[in-house]
Protein backbone atom coordinates (compact mmCIF):
# COMPACT_ATOMS: atom_id res chain seq x y z
CA UNK A 1 0.00 0.00 0.00
CA UNK A 2 3.19 2.25 0.57
CA UNK A 3 6.10 1.68 -0.85
CA UNK A 4 9.28 3.91 -0.77
CA UNK A 5 12.57 3.41 -2.03
CA UNK A 6 15.48 4.74 -1.66
CA UNK A 7 14.48 7.93 0.21
CA UNK A 8 17.71 10.80 1.22
CA UNK A 9 16.59 13.92 2.40
CA UNK A 10 19.48 16.45 4.00
CA UNK A 11 18.49 20.16 5.62
CA UNK A 12 21.98 21.85 4.71
CA UNK A 13 24.46 18.98 6.32
CA UNK A 14 21.87 17.14 8.10
CA UNK A 15 21.47 14.45 6.96
CA UNK A 16 17.65 13.28 8.02
CA UNK A 17 16.91 10.56 5.46
CA UNK A 18 19.64 8.15 4.64
CA UNK A 19 18.38 5.93 1.83
CA UNK A 20 15.14 4.70 3.25
CA UNK A 21 13.22 1.72 2.14
CA UNK A 22 9.75 1.28 3.35
CA UNK A 23 6.71 -1.49 2.63
CA UNK A 24 3.34 -1.00 4.70
CA UNK A 25 1.21 -3.44 3.25
CA UNK A 26 -2.54 -3.04 2.89
CA UNK A 27 -4.70 -3.76 6.12
CA UNK A 28 -2.00 -3.25 8.15
CA UNK A 29 -0.67 -0.93 11.31
CA UNK A 30 3.05 -0.31 10.33
CA UNK A 31 4.48 1.77 13.59
CA UNK A 32 8.34 3.60 12.58
CA UNK A 33 10.10 3.81 16.51
CA UNK A 34 12.75 5.83 17.09
CA UNK A 35 14.85 8.37 19.64
CA UNK A 36 14.05 11.97 18.74
CA UNK A 37 16.21 13.59 15.76
CA UNK A 38 16.22 9.83 14.07
CA UNK A 39 14.03 11.06 11.01
CA UNK A 40 10.65 9.76 11.79
CA UNK A 41 8.72 12.81 10.96
CA UNK A 42 10.63 13.70 7.64
CA UNK A 43 9.88 10.12 6.28
CA UNK A 44 6.44 10.76 7.10
CA UNK A 45 5.72 13.82 5.73
CA UNK A 46 8.15 12.38 2.68
CA UNK A 47 5.61 10.11 1.93
CA UNK A 48 2.54 12.54 1.64
CA UNK A 49 5.21 14.48 -0.48
CA UNK A 50 4.58 17.56 2.42
CA UNK A 51 8.42 16.97 2.25
CA UNK A 52 10.17 16.54 -1.40
CA UNK A 53 12.66 13.76 -0.89
CA UNK A 54 15.97 15.32 -2.54
CA UNK A 55 16.24 11.75 -3.98
CA UNK A 56 14.11 8.12 -3.93
CA UNK A 57 10.55 7.17 -4.86
CA UNK A 58 6.95 7.20 -2.84
CA UNK A 59 4.16 5.21 -4.36
CA UNK A 60 1.27 5.12 -2.11
CA UNK A 61 -1.94 2.76 -3.41
CA UNK A 62 -0.27 1.92 -6.62
CA UNK A 63 0.24 5.43 -7.14
CA UNK A 64 3.72 7.27 -7.56
CA UNK A 65 3.67 10.14 -5.94
CA UNK A 66 7.37 11.60 -6.78
CA UNK A 67 6.48 12.17 -10.42
CA UNK A 68 3.18 14.02 -9.82
CA UNK A 69 2.80 18.16 -10.50
CA UNK A 70 1.39 20.12 -7.43
CA UNK A 71 -2.20 19.57 -8.50
CA UNK A 72 -2.35 16.14 -8.80
CA UNK A 73 -0.54 15.65 -5.93
CA UNK A 74 -3.65 17.63 -3.93
CA UNK A 75 -5.84 14.92 -5.55
CA UNK A 76 -3.55 12.17 -4.26
CA UNK A 77 -3.50 13.52 -0.72
CA UNK A 78 -6.99 13.42 -0.53
CA UNK A 79 -6.82 9.87 -0.45
CA UNK A 80 -3.85 9.96 2.41
CA UNK A 81 -5.29 10.97 5.89
CA UNK A 82 -2.95 12.78 8.26
CA UNK A 83 -3.39 13.15 12.11
CA UNK A 84 -0.96 15.05 14.33
CA UNK A 85 0.49 15.11 18.07
CA UNK A 86 -1.14 18.62 18.49
CA UNK A 87 -4.52 17.82 16.60
CA UNK A 88 -4.12 21.08 14.55
CA UNK A 89 -7.93 21.95 15.20
CA UNK A 90 -9.57 25.25 13.71
CA UNK A 91 -9.65 26.95 16.89
CA UNK A 92 -12.71 29.43 15.76
CA UNK A 93 -14.87 26.65 14.11
CA UNK A 94 -16.96 24.19 15.65
CA UNK A 95 -16.01 20.55 16.31
CA UNK A 96 -18.61 19.70 12.97
CA UNK A 97 -17.07 22.48 11.20
CA UNK A 98 -13.74 21.29 11.78
CA UNK A 99 -14.04 18.10 10.31
CA UNK A 100 -16.42 19.97 7.19
CA UNK A 101 -13.85 21.77 6.61
CA UNK A 102 -11.43 19.24 4.04
CA UNK A 103 -15.30 18.17 3.02
CA UNK A 104 -15.49 22.41 1.52
CA UNK A 105 -12.20 21.97 0.18
CA UNK A 106 -13.41 18.65 -2.19
CA UNK A 107 -16.92 21.10 -2.92
CA UNK A 108 -19.39 18.96 -1.54
CA UNK A 109 -22.62 20.46 -1.53
CA UNK A 110 -23.68 21.70 2.41
CA UNK A 111 -26.41 18.77 2.34
CA UNK A 112 -24.51 16.22 1.88
CA UNK A 113 -21.69 18.00 3.87
CA UNK A 114 -23.75 17.69 7.14
CA UNK A 115 -24.72 14.30 6.21
CA UNK A 116 -20.97 12.94 6.20
CA UNK A 117 -19.88 14.84 9.27
CA UNK A 118 -22.93 13.31 11.35
CA UNK A 119 -21.94 10.33 10.48
CA UNK A 120 -18.06 10.74 10.89
CA UNK A 121 -18.42 11.97 14.05
CA UNK A 122 -20.72 8.74 15.21
CA UNK A 123 -17.57 6.56 14.16
CA UNK A 124 -15.24 8.41 16.08
CA UNK A 125 -17.48 8.63 19.30
CA UNK A 126 -18.31 12.41 19.72
CA UNK A 127 -21.52 13.07 18.21
CA UNK A 128 -22.40 14.73 21.21
CA UNK A 129 -19.57 17.40 20.77
CA UNK A 130 -20.64 19.05 17.14
CA UNK A 131 -21.36 22.00 18.39
CA UNK A 132 -18.30 22.47 20.75
CA UNK A 133 -15.28 24.66 19.92
CA UNK A 134 -11.71 22.77 20.08
CA UNK A 135 -11.03 24.71 23.52
CA UNK A 136 -14.12 23.24 25.15
CA UNK A 137 -12.75 19.91 24.70
CA UNK A 138 -10.34 17.04 26.20
CA UNK A 139 -6.92 16.25 24.31
CA UNK A 140 -9.01 12.62 23.96
CA UNK A 141 -11.72 14.34 22.15
CA UNK A 142 -9.79 16.66 20.10
CA UNK A 143 -8.04 13.85 18.93
CA UNK A 144 -11.30 12.12 17.82
CA UNK A 145 -11.97 15.21 16.16
CA UNK A 146 -8.74 15.15 13.89
CA UNK A 147 -9.20 11.54 13.02
CA UNK A 148 -13.02 12.37 12.04
CA UNK A 149 -11.40 15.20 10.00
CA UNK A 150 -8.78 12.78 8.92
CA UNK A 151 -11.14 10.32 7.24
CA UNK A 152 -13.76 12.97 5.65
CA UNK A 153 -12.05 12.20 2.18
CA UNK A 154 -12.49 7.83 2.83
CA UNK A 155 -8.91 7.65 2.78
CA UNK A 156 -7.23 4.37 2.01
CA UNK A 157 -3.94 5.32 4.42
CA UNK A 158 -3.81 7.19 7.07
CA UNK A 159 -0.39 8.75 8.79
CA UNK A 160 -0.59 9.29 12.66
CA UNK A 161 2.58 11.80 13.82
CA UNK A 162 3.11 10.85 17.50
CA UNK A 163 -0.83 10.92 17.70
CA UNK A 164 -1.05 10.13 21.20
CA UNK A 165 2.30 11.56 22.79
CA UNK A 166 0.81 14.46 23.99
CA UNK A 167 -2.12 12.22 25.93
CA UNK A 168 -2.44 10.75 29.51
CA UNK A 169 -1.97 6.76 29.50
CA UNK A 170 -5.67 6.22 29.74
CA UNK A 171 -6.75 8.33 26.38
CA UNK A 172 -3.67 7.02 24.66
CA UNK A 173 -5.18 3.46 25.19
CA UNK A 174 -8.59 4.43 24.19
CA UNK A 175 -7.46 6.10 21.01
CA UNK A 176 -4.73 2.76 20.47
CA UNK A 177 -8.44 0.88 20.47
CA UNK A 178 -9.90 3.53 18.22
CA UNK A 179 -7.38 3.26 15.29
CA UNK A 180 -7.74 -0.29 16.06
CA UNK A 181 -11.20 -0.36 15.31
CA UNK A 182 -10.87 2.01 12.12
CA UNK A 183 -8.38 -0.18 10.60
CA UNK A 184 -10.46 -3.70 11.09
CA UNK A 185 -13.94 -1.85 10.05
CA UNK A 186 -12.93 0.32 7.56
CA UNK A 187 -10.23 -1.52 6.19
CA UNK A 188 -7.85 1.59 6.84
CA UNK A 189 -3.91 1.15 6.35
CA UNK A 190 -2.05 3.08 9.26
CA UNK A 191 1.27 4.74 8.89
CA UNK A 192 2.31 5.59 12.60
CA UNK A 193 5.82 7.16 14.13
CA UNK A 194 6.10 6.83 17.51
CA UNK A 195 9.12 6.86 19.99
CA UNK A 196 7.07 4.98 22.61
CA UNK A 197 7.56 1.16 22.95
CA UNK A 198 4.02 0.94 24.48
CA UNK A 199 1.95 2.17 21.03
CA UNK A 200 3.92 -0.78 18.95
CA UNK A 201 3.35 -3.18 21.56
CA UNK A 202 -0.37 -2.19 21.86
CA UNK A 203 -1.27 -2.26 17.64
CA UNK A 204 1.29 -2.30 15.14
CA UNK A 205 1.33 -5.59 13.38
CA UNK A 206 4.73 -4.51 11.43
CA UNK A 207 7.73 -1.99 12.96
CA UNK A 208 10.50 -0.23 11.45
CA UNK A 209 13.46 0.83 14.08
CA UNK A 210 14.62 3.92 12.98
CA UNK A 211 18.18 5.56 13.97
CA UNK A 212 20.41 8.31 12.17
CA UNK A 213 18.02 8.40 9.22
CA UNK A 214 18.50 4.81 8.56
CA UNK A 215 16.09 1.65 8.84
CA UNK A 216 17.84 -0.61 11.53
CA UNK A 217 15.47 -2.98 11.40
CA UNK A 218 11.89 -3.51 10.10
CA UNK A 219 9.12 -6.58 9.17
CA UNK A 220 6.25 -8.05 10.94
CA UNK A 221 6.57 -7.68 14.58
CA UNK A 222 6.42 -11.22 15.69
CA UNK A 223 9.09 -12.32 12.54
CA UNK A 224 11.22 -9.90 13.78
CA UNK A 225 11.05 -11.12 17.66
CA UNK A 226 12.11 -14.41 16.24
CA UNK A 227 15.39 -13.57 14.59
CA UNK A 228 18.32 -14.03 16.22
CA UNK A 229 19.60 -10.71 17.24
CA UNK A 230 17.16 -8.58 16.91
CA UNK A 231 17.05 -4.66 17.96
CA UNK A 232 13.48 -5.30 18.47
CA UNK A 233 13.60 -7.98 20.98
CA UNK A 234 16.08 -6.54 22.74
CA UNK A 235 14.22 -3.26 23.53
CA UNK A 236 11.12 -5.01 23.93
CA UNK A 237 13.00 -7.10 26.80
CA UNK A 238 15.66 -5.28 28.43
CA UNK A 239 17.66 -7.46 29.99
CA UNK A 240 21.14 -7.22 31.81
CA UNK A 241 24.10 -7.75 29.11
CA UNK A 242 25.20 -11.44 28.94
CA UNK A 243 28.29 -13.10 30.11
CA UNK A 244 29.89 -15.85 27.99
CA UNK A 245 27.52 -18.35 27.56
CA UNK A 246 24.54 -17.14 29.00
CA UNK A 247 21.65 -18.82 27.01
CA UNK A 248 18.93 -16.29 25.90
CA UNK A 249 15.43 -17.90 24.74
CA UNK A 250 12.63 -16.50 22.94
CA UNK A 251 9.21 -17.82 22.76
CA UNK A 252 5.95 -17.06 21.09
CA UNK A 253 2.61 -18.26 22.03
CA UNK A 254 3.93 -21.68 23.79
CA UNK A 255 4.47 -20.27 27.48
CA UNK A 256 2.03 -22.72 28.80
CA UNK A 257 4.32 -25.74 27.31
CA UNK A 258 6.99 -26.77 30.42
CA UNK A 259 9.62 -26.99 28.41
CA UNK A 260 12.53 -25.89 31.00
CA UNK A 261 11.13 -28.43 33.37
CA UNK A 262 11.65 -31.18 30.36
CA UNK A 263 14.81 -30.17 29.62
CA UNK A 264 15.64 -30.36 33.38
CA UNK A 265 14.25 -34.04 33.42
CA UNK A 266 15.34 -35.40 30.28
CA UNK A 267 18.93 -33.85 30.45
CA UNK A 268 22.12 -34.42 32.88
CA UNK A 269 21.85 -30.50 33.20
CA UNK A 270 20.74 -28.17 35.96
CA UNK A 271 19.23 -24.48 34.69
CA UNK A 272 19.60 -21.08 36.27
CA UNK A 273 16.91 -18.46 35.46
CA UNK A 274 18.64 -15.18 35.59
CA UNK A 275 15.78 -12.59 34.06
CA UNK A 276 12.94 -12.71 32.11
CA UNK A 277 9.47 -11.13 30.85
CA UNK A 278 6.13 -12.27 29.08
CA UNK A 279 5.00 -9.64 26.99
CA UNK A 280 1.34 -9.53 24.82
CA UNK A 281 2.60 -8.23 21.32
CA UNK A 282 0.84 -8.39 18.09
CA UNK A 283 -2.05 -10.30 19.35
CA UNK A 284 -0.43 -12.82 20.82
CA UNK A 285 2.11 -13.88 24.09
CA UNK A 286 5.82 -13.29 23.38
CA UNK A 287 8.71 -14.14 26.07
CA UNK A 288 12.15 -13.74 26.48
CA UNK A 289 13.93 -15.95 29.20
CA UNK A 290 17.52 -15.53 30.31
CA UNK A 291 19.18 -18.49 31.48
CA UNK A 292 22.66 -19.94 32.34
CA UNK A 293 22.85 -24.25 31.72
CA UNK A 294 25.89 -26.50 33.73
CA UNK A 295 25.95 -30.16 33.25
CA UNK A 296 26.91 -32.78 30.57
CA UNK A 297 24.25 -32.56 28.10
CA UNK A 298 24.41 -29.04 27.67
CA UNK A 299 24.55 -28.67 24.68
CA UNK A 300 21.98 -31.97 23.78
CA UNK A 301 19.62 -29.83 25.76
CA UNK A 302 20.22 -26.52 23.52
CA UNK A 303 19.67 -28.82 20.73
CA UNK A 304 15.96 -30.43 22.19
CA UNK A 305 15.12 -26.38 22.71
CA UNK A 306 15.71 -25.37 19.16
CA UNK A 307 13.57 -28.55 18.08
CA UNK A 308 10.50 -26.98 20.24
CA UNK A 309 10.11 -23.98 18.45
CA UNK A 310 11.87 -22.06 20.80
CA UNK A 311 15.00 -19.13 19.30
CA UNK A 312 17.87 -19.85 21.39
CA UNK A 313 21.21 -17.62 21.29
CA UNK A 314 24.15 -18.22 23.49
CA UNK A 315 26.09 -15.41 24.24
CA UNK A 316 29.66 -15.50 22.96
N1 LIG B 1 12.95 21.72 8.41
C1 LIG B 1 14.12 21.34 8.91
N2 LIG B 1 15.22 22.11 8.84
C2 LIG B 1 16.41 21.71 9.32
N3 LIG B 1 16.64 20.52 9.91
C3 LIG B 1 15.59 19.67 10.03
C4 LIG B 1 14.28 20.05 9.55
N4 LIG B 1 13.43 19.00 9.81
C5 LIG B 1 14.17 18.05 10.42
N5 LIG B 1 15.46 18.45 10.55
C6 LIG B 1 16.57 17.64 11.15
O1 LIG B 1 16.52 16.36 10.59
C7 LIG B 1 16.75 15.35 11.57
C8 LIG B 1 15.55 14.42 11.65
O2 LIG B 1 14.45 15.13 12.17
P1 LIG B 1 12.98 14.52 12.33
O3 LIG B 1 12.09 15.62 12.86
O4 LIG B 1 12.59 13.83 11.08
O5 LIG B 1 13.23 13.41 13.47
P2 LIG B 1 12.19 12.69 14.41
O6 LIG B 1 12.66 11.30 14.54
O7 LIG B 1 10.81 12.90 13.88
O8 LIG B 1 12.37 13.45 15.77
P3 LIG B 1 11.25 14.13 16.71
O9 LIG B 1 10.51 12.99 17.32
O10 LIG B 1 12.07 14.91 17.70
O11 LIG B 1 10.42 15.00 15.81
C9 LIG B 1 17.03 16.10 12.87
O12 LIG B 1 18.43 16.21 13.01
C10 LIG B 1 16.39 17.46 12.63
O13 LIG B 1 17.04 18.44 13.39
Known amino acids: MIQAAGLRKSYGDTVALDGVDLHVRQGEIFGVLGQSGAGKSTLLRCVNLLERPDRGTVAVAGQELTTLGERDLRAARQHIGMIHQHFALLSSRTVAGNVAFPLEVMGMGRAERSARVAELL ?81 ICDSVAIMSGGAILESGPIRQLLTTPGSRLAAELFPLPAPETGNVTITFTGAADEPVISHVVRKFDVDVSILGGALEEVAGGSVGRLRVSLAGAETSAALSYLREQGLIVEVAA
Do not use: F, W, Y
Not at 138 to 161: E, F, H, M, T
Not at 177 to 189: I, M, Q, W
Open 122 to 202: ELVGIADKADARPGQLSGGQKQRVGIARALAGNPKVLLADEATSALDPGTTSSILALLRRLNTELGLTILLITHEMNVVKS
